[in-house]
């Protein structure tokens, strides 16, 4: 499969619960790229688990940790990035994230809460009502994920596959040239 990335790298942004790894393990599988997930390598940074990095070190600390991840990974090419939903909350993390193409996979609060559940492992949902938590979250990072090159706005029904060709198929609209003569691309 052919695409006009030129060995650029796809950083997938969007709160937690979106899909991002499933997603980009996907992209990478249909593009021969490698993949790389921003919270993994932090916990093999740290030694521990990122909820016990926030308990023991603190947000700021994860924070910090995740910074230098992104920062190694944005020198990186041919390669999917599944970020963690509040990569987008420190500037410094943009100007990693612009060594690439920044995809939002966008999921409504709701659908998210239903996919989380009970999972125990996400620290900013340890709170009495993780819905209006969760809800909180996308509306006051709204706008930083809206910075993207491209942003999908999914159901959250559409399987893995169906996700990774949906952003295959809208990447030439944002990278082909501007010429009439190139308005085609097979």
Request: proline letters at 7%; aromatic letters at 6%; glycine letters at 6%.
């Given at each position: 499969?052919?695409?006009?990335?030129?060995?650029?790298?796809?950083?997938?942004?969007?709160?937690?619960g979106?899909?991002?790894?499933?997603?980009?393990?996907?992209?990478?599988?249909?593009?021969?790229?490698?993949?790389?997930?921003?919270?993994?390598l932090?916990?093999?940074?740290?030694?521990?688990?990122?909820?016990?990095?926030?308990?023991?070190?603190?947000?700021?600390?994860?924070?910090?940790?995740?910074?230098?991840?992104?920062?190694?990974?944005?020198?990186?090419?041919?390669?999917?990035?599944?970020?963690?939903?509040?990569?987008?909350?420190?500037?410094?993390?943009?100007?990693?994230?612009?060594?690439?193409i920044?995809?939002?996979?966008?999921?409504?609060?709701?659908?998210?809460?239903?996919?989380?559940?009970?999972?125990?492992?996400?620290?900013l949902?340890?709170?009495?009502?993780?819905?209006?938590?969760?809800?909180?979250?996308?509306?006051?990072?709204?706008s930083?994920?809206?910075?993207?090159?491209?942003?999908?706005?999914?159901?959250?029904?559409?399987?893995?596959?169906?996700?990774?060709?949906?952003?295959?198929?809208?990447?030439?609209?944002?990278l082909?040239?501007?010429?009439?003569?190139?308005?085609?691309?097979?």
């Open positions: 499969m052919s695409h006009p990335l030129q060995n650029c790298s796809l950083f997938l942004i969007g709160m937690m979106v899909g991002k790894t499933t997603v980009g393990q996907e992209l990478a599988k249909q593009l021969n790229y490698r993949f790389f997930d921003t919270d993994n932090i916990e093999r940074v740290a030694g521990k688990p990122i909820p016990e990095i926030f308990a023991t070190d603190g947000e700021e600390a994860f924070r910090k940790l995740e910074s230098q991840v992104l920062g190694q990974l944005s020198a990186q090419t041919r390669s999917t990035i599944a970020t963690g939903g509040g990569i987008i909350l420190k500037a410094e993390n943009w100007s990693y994230l612009r060594h690439g920044v995809v939002w996979l966008d999921i409504p609060a709701p659908v998210l809460y239903h996919r989380l559940g009970a999972d125990s492992s996400r620290p949902l340890q709170t009495p009502d993780p819905l209006q938590t969760l809800q909180e979250l996308c509306d006051r990072r709204r930083l994920y809206a910075q993207a090159d491209l942003h999908l706005t999914l159901s959250g029904a559409e399987p893995p596959e169906q996700v990774a060709e949906q952003i295959l198929n809208e990447l030439p609209k944002i082909k040239p501007k010429s009439k003569a190139n308005t085609h691309l097979n």
